[in-house]
């Protein structure tokens, strides 16, 4: 996670130089203005840039959208198939972009071979060694921002296996124990094989 030094005090008394009303250890805890709270996020973007781990998982309405704060951040995208993936607002921000295209699936490589589901591919030994290849050509990268549909089941797969590659034992603990991700069990799998 990055850090940074945060001045509580210093917040404070900027927050009112700024004619914002600071309310501490009440039921509604904050800074407002107008009556209104602040997103503190946007007074001081230090503390975004906190929240953001190495790995930066998203949905790809969100990732279409995003502007990284980040001096080296990189892009995983993930779609079901070649060109589902929508243009980006912000492209020329990212120093590497790396595409990867599966399904969802739930199921074992034997399953999946099983069920005749080949016209829907999941994660494959490749697509590991085509991440890990990534991760390790922008391994001074400050951000690795992953999307997928959702950002609730490829993409923190996919993080998971960027935090193992980068030996962030941490970061897999906190993407794993997010109730937001169900990451995808299969994805999780190849990539734990391959290391």
Known sequence: MKEFAFDKEKAIALAEQLGLTVKLNSNTPGIYCNGKEVNVKEIFPELKKLEEDTCLILSEDEAVK????????????????DGDLPPLDNQNQYKGILELY??????????WKDRELEQYP???????YQLFSFVRQHKGADSFVIHCGAGVSRS????????????????????????????????????????
């Open 66 to 81: 995003h502007q990284s704060e980040w001096e080296y951040p990189v892009l995983i995208r993930i779609a079901d198939k």
């Open 102 to 111: 599966f399904y969802d699936l739930r199921i074992t490589e034997k399953e």
């Open 122 to 128: 999941i994660f494959t030994d490749l697509q590991a």
């Open 156 to 195: 923190p797969a996919i993080a998971i296996g960027v935090a193992k590659y980068l030996g962030d034992a941490d970061l897999v603990k906190r993407i794993m124990d997010n109730n937001r991700y169900s990451p995808n069990k299969h994805v999780i799998n190849v990539i734990s094989e391959m290391l």
